[in-house]
């Protein structure tokens, strides 16, 4: 069994301690959002009506609600948030906003073949009317439209970056190793793929934050602090419970997430795994020089276990991924947010990549709870007679397909018949994971043998061509 580039590289232990002295176990964009965009917001207490009730403040409820009063500027519409706006997910992701809806085109060819060439003309549409509806809705999201560079750190990769480039379109370029190393200084790059339509960075908290000023503006109400404990259709009008109140409403959309899902039929769709991310403080103008990467694209590697990053607009580096860690049971917890070897190993791999940065420190170190479907991608469908609607499963790469799944639900309540909901993937619900112990062992098997095949020269074991063979393998 071999080693990866990180395990033949690795900074010193000082080198790895020093960098993490005094780092916050704090979100990052969270605490950079000006005081204007957290303005006080009530709990939900007492009785009220609503045309429609968001259960859910993260992008896909947000969005939601923007489509919704687009479509139908008198609506009324209430947002029920358990925590506040952005807090989960949508607070403290990555900021890599993908034209994919299905977690890449290798996945989605592999479920969806016959569909996958319109699957990924939607996608590219949904990226360029997201950046269209945040300049014509004022949302300073600090979007920028860069693109993404696949990255190879490993020889085997370099076949992979062969393949993308089959499918590739006219905005795709390859970088071989001199060139990649020239745009962006890392001895760790063997070559690379720039993708320069598909992706924009953007500052997560702000994108939430101004979604829901935004909807507010055009008359929703939210109410935050308002844990959803269930929801009663019984009668001709559904009705959204909290502990101190109720809304009661035509229709309801829950964009719950990773969060215990209000319907049972979803107790097993989806489970969570946890990311780890650090974020420097502001580099100078010379280590800057020293980095290159002017294009500031988004940059992902090629392995299984992947490592992202990006730059910010005040000059730091977000550098996140690699380990994705399931805890017996499937619960949520903020215990589960601290782990000290995830974010020392994240350190290591950073100054492997970037060793002429040693010396900078991290400002912030968090984590977060991934809504992990069997199919990477999310998943759609109503209930309660069709007067309910829900959307999870986006496994990360929710950012951008979030405000897909705004217009889907909408289409569904509805009852249109859309390009969107004519979709196979959108129509067809992906198998459950199993309950514990087995969701437990085979989750991990699964991680263990997809670090195996990054040990490996990328080859996957029976359990991993088993799971292929079954539709239920990772393969983005």
Request: aromatic share 10%; proline share 4%.
């Given at each position: 069994?071999?080693?990866?580039?990180?395990?033949?590289?690795?900074?010193?232990?000082?080198?790895?301690?020093?960098?993490?002295?005094?780092?916050?176990?704090?979100?990052?964009?969270?605490?950079?959002?000006?005081?204007?965009?957290?303005?006080?917001?009530?709990a939900?207490?007492?009785?009220?009506?609503?045309d429609?009730?968001?259960?859910?403040?993260?992008?896909?409820?947000?969005?939601?609600?923007?489509?919704?009063?687009?479509?139908?500027?008198?609506?009324?519409?209430?947002?029920?948030?358990?925590?506040?706006?952005?807090?989960?997910?949508?607070?403290?992701n990555?900021?890599?906003?993908?034209?994919?809806?299905?977690?890449?085109?290798?996945?989605?060819?592999?479920?969806?073949?016959?569909?996958?060439?319109?699957?990924?003309?939607?996608?590219m549409?949904?990226?360029?009317a997201?950046?269209?509806?945040?300049?014509?809705?004022?949302?300073?999201?600090?979007?920028?439209?860069?693109?993404?560079l696949?990255?190879a750190?490993?020889p085997h990769?370099?076949?992979?970056?062969?393949?993308?480039?089959?499918?590739?379109?006219?905005?795709?370029?390859?970088?071989?190793?001199?060139?990649?190393?020239?745009?962006?200084?890392?001895?760790?790059?063997?070559g690379?793929?720039?993708?320069?339509?598909?992706?924009?960075?953007?500052?997560?908290?702000?994108?939430?934050?101004?979604?829901?000023?935004?909807?507010?503006?055009?008359?929703?109400?939210?109410?935050?602090?308002?844990?959803?404990k269930?929801?009663?259709?019984?009668?001709?009008?559904?009705?959204?419970?909290?502990?101190?109140?109720?809304?009661?409403?035509?229709?309801?959309?829950?964009?719950?997430?990773?969060?215990?899902?209000?319907?049972?039929?979803?107790?097993?769709?989806?489970?969570?795994?946890?990311?780890?991310?650090?974020?420097?403080?502001?580099?100078?103008?010379?280590?800057w020089?020293?980095?290159?990467?002017?294009?500031?694209?988004?940059?992902?590697?090629?392995?299984?276990?992947?490592?992202?990053?990006?730059?910010?607009q005040?000059?730091?580096?977000?550098?996140?991924?690699?380990?994705?860690?399931?805890?017996y049971?499937?619960?949520?917890?903020?215990?589960?947010?601290?782990?000290?070897?995830?974010w020392?190993?994240?350190?290591?791999?950073?100054?492997?990549?970037?060793?002429?940065?040693?010396?900078?420190?991290?400002?912030?170190?968090?984590?977060?709870?991934?809504?992990?479907?069997?199919?990477?991608?999310?998943?759609?469908?109503?209930?309660?007679?069709?007067?309910?609607?829900?959307?999870?499963?986006f496994?990360?790469?929710?950012?951008g397909?979030?405000?897909?799944?705004?217009?889907?639900?909408?289409?569904?309540?509805?009852?249109?018949?859309?390009?969107?909901?004519?979709?196979?993937?959108v129509?067809?619900?992906?198998?459950?994971?199993?309950?514990?112990?087995?969701?437990?062992?085979?989750?991990?098997?699964?991680?263990?043998?997809?670090?195996?095949?990054?040990h490996?020269?990328?080859?996957?074991?029976?359990?991993?061509?088993?799971?292929?063979?079954?539709?239920?393998?990772?393969?983005s």
């Amino acid at each position: 069994m071999g080693t990866t580039v990180f395990e033949r590289h690795p900074p010193a232990a000082s080198v790895i301690s020093r960098s993490l002295e005094g780092a916050a176990h704090s979100v990052f964009w969270l605490d950079d959002l000006p005081d204007d965009l957290v303005p006080a917001r009530p709990a939900l207490a007492g009785e009220h009506d609503a045309d429609l009730v968001v259960v859910g403040a993260g992008y896909t409820g947000l969005w939601t609600a923007m489509h919704a009063l687009r479509r139908d500027p008198s609506l009324r519409v209430a947002i029920v948030e358990a925590r506040t706006v952005g807090w989960a997910a949508s607070g403290r992701n990555g900021g890599f906003c993908e034209a994919s809806l299905t977690h890449g085109y290798d996945n989605g060819l592999s479920r969806w073949p016959d569909e996958i060439e319109q699957l990924e003309r939607m996608g590219m549409a949904n990226l360029d009317a997201f950046e269209t509806d945040l300049a014509e809705w004022g949302v300073d999201a600090q979007f920028e439209r860069v693109g993404e560079l696949d990255v190879a750190v490993e020889p085997h990769q370099l076949e992979w970056l062969r393949e993308e480039l089959t499918d590739a379109d006219e905005h795709t370029v390859f970088l071989d190793e001199a060139a990649v190393q020239a745009s962006i200084a890392s001895p760790t790059y063997l070559g690379a793929v720039w993708h320069k339509r598909n992706n924009a960075i953007v500052h997560p908290a702000r994108l939430a934050a101004g979604l829901a000023k935004g909807a507010e503006e055009r008359g929703a109400t939210i109410f935050e602090r308002s844990l959803v404990k269930s929801i009663d259709s019984s009668g001709t009008r559904v009705r959204v419970l909290t502990a101190d109140g109720a809304v009661t409403a035509d229709r309801v959309v829950l964009a719950t997430n990773v969060f215990p899902s209000l319907l049972r039929r979803n107790a097993l769709m989806t489970v969570p795994v946890y990311d780890y991310v650090l974020m420097t403080e502001p580099l100078s103008q010379e280590q800057w020089d020293a980095v290159g990467w002017r294009d500031r694209q988004g940059i992902g590697d090629m392995a299984n276990q992947f490592h992202y990053y990006r730059p910010t607009q005040d000059g730091r580096i977000l550098f996140g991924g690699y380990d994705a860690v399931y805890h017996y049971g499937g619960r949520v917890r903020s215990a589960y947010e601290n782990r000290t070897e995830s974010w020392q190993r994240l350190a290591s791999h950073f100054f492997t990549t970037f060793p002429q940065l040693e010396g900078l420190r991290f400002s912030h170190r968090w984590a977060g709870a991934i809504d992990t479907s069997t199919q990477f991608c999310a998943f759609f469908g109503t209930a309660r007679e069709g007067r309910v609607a829900y959307a999870a499963g986006f496994t990360g790469l929710g950012v951008g397909a979030a405000r897909f799944a705004g217009e889907v639900m909408l289409d569904l309540l509805s009852g249109e018949r859309t390009e969107r909901t004519e979709l196979e993937m959108v129509r067809r619900r992906p198998l459950p994971f199993p309950p514990e112990p087995a969701a437990a062992i085979g989750i991990n098997a699964t991680r263990w043998s997809l670090d195996r095949a990054d040990h490996n020269g990328g080859r996957r074991n029976v359990l991993l061509r088993t799971l292929d063979a079954l539709g239920l393998g990772f393969d983005s």
